[in-house]
């Protein structure tokens, strides 16, 4: 309360307190954090629970002023970056969304004239006259995010308020965001979620206790993350979990045809085979191994598990293979992604989570069945296939 009045008083008065200098049970939330953010870009920003993510973003929006350094913006800035935040709880949804695209900017005529695309987004006309202190908190997000977007600004920034919606409705945000950035716009992006990371993001920024970890390519920074996560998580679990995720190793993702040729074209209603093989150090008695196909968006179509289908995999020390056999996989014309993990059956903890653009196949002739698909599925292992 002391630390309080004494900022309040600070503020009021027009004096600048003394910035390089911490009082007692302080530290800095961030520090010596540098970067530029260009148009047409999606700049993704990772790090644990308490790196100074959500802070650097109420930074960068005026909620917090910087006590050291100084922050440029060329444009307007609009966000959600909390759920539920700007909104008052007593008034309705419709009510909401002038209020939250007044303080984004706009005036009155621009919503009204904005007013039905950001309903028709949100997919909540139903509820708009309800207070929103009765929608849950993915109906939260979805007002928030349609009010957001559809105000247009230079700049978007997003914390992590996704995950709590739907599936398609994360998806339709997935598809509005590569929309702002096809427009010349900016976006910051915050997420836990490594597969949107990497399918949305340009560039990437990790952030590790308050500072500036690594800036650069996605998937390099992707790896600075998740081996910072290793080492937390094997602290935490020891010998519950075993190992990390060093003692698994991709040596390659293959898409073969019915004759076991290499394959990146399909025809519709063909079978084809996913072959994984990898090397490990260790042995595990029982894990779960997980086979995913994703569509161009990263939603995923086809997600097939070995402990779904009551089949048991154990990982053997040296070369493992395992072969994924599709004998009806219904998908529409377009390009398909592969996602492979491998975890512990008890404890839940990967060994291993392979998401690149780099596994891809294409389908060739377009079908009927659309979203989720079911699959006709078969699973075969191998042990130690080389010495």
């Not at 621009?110 to 509820?127: G, K, M, T, Y």
């Not at 929608?135 to 105000?151: P, T």
């Not at 500036?212 to 010998?239: C, H, M, P, T, W």
């Amino acid at each position: 309360m002391l630390y309080g009045m004494q900022d309040l008083s600070y503020g009021f008065l027009s004096i600048r307190p003394k910035s390089h200098e911490l009082r007692k049970d302080e530290f800095w939330a961030v520090e010596n954090i540098n970067f530029e953010l260009y148009e047409g870009e999606i700049l993704g920003i990772i790090g644990a629970n308490g790196s100074g993510k959500s802070t650097l973003l109420r930074i960068l929006t005026g909620i917090f002023p910087p006590d050291r350094g100084r922050i440029s913006i060329d444009g307007s800035v609009g966000g959600i970056i909390a759920l539920g935040a700007g909104m008052h709880p007593h008034m309705t949804g419709r009510e909401n969304i002038y209020l939250n695209g007044t303080v984004l900017g706009l005036t009155k005529p621009e919503i009204d004239r904005l007013f039905d695309e950001i309903v028709d987004f949100s997919e909540l006309s139903s509820f708009l006259d309800a207070p929103i202190s009765t929608y849950s908190s993915g109906m939260k997000v979805r007002l928030g995010f349609a009010v957001a977007v559809h105000c247009k600004p230079e700049i978007l920034l997003v914390d992590e308020v996704l995950s709590v919606g739907d599936l398609n409705f994360q998806n339709k945000c997935m598809r509005k965001l590569r929309e702002v950035r096809d427009q010349a716009k900016a976006v910051i992006f915050i997420s836990h979620s490594m597969e949107n990371i990497e399918l949305l993001c340009t560039r990437l920024i990790v952030l590790n206790d308050g500072g500036l970890l690594f800036e650069g390519k996605v998937r390099e920074g992707i790896a600075v993350y998740e081996n910072i996560q290793n080492k937390v998580s094997n602290a935490d679990v020891g010998e519950i979990a075993g190992k990390n995720s060093g003692d698994i190793e991709i040596k390659s993702v293959n898409v073969q045809d019915e004759d076991n040729n290499e394959i990146r074209e399909i025809k519709e209603g063909r079978k084809f085979l996913v072959v994984y093989q990898f090397s490990s150090k260790i042995q595990i008695d029982d894990v779960i191994v997980s086979s995913t196909i994703r569509d161009s968006d990263g939603r995923p179509l086809i997600w097939n598990r070995n402990s779904d289908l009551g089949k048991n995999i154990k990982v053997n020390i040296g070369m493992n293979k395992i072969c994924v056999t599709y004998l009806k996989s219904n998908l529409k014309s377009g390009i398909y992604f592969l996602t492979f993990s491998i975890k512990n059956s008890k404890t839940g903890e990967y060994y291993i989570k392979v998401i690149s653009k780099d596994y891809w196949f294409k389908i060739t002739s377009p079908v009927l069945s659309r979203g989720y698909v079911q699959s006709d599925v078969q699973w075969e292992y191998y042990n130690n296939l080389i010495k």
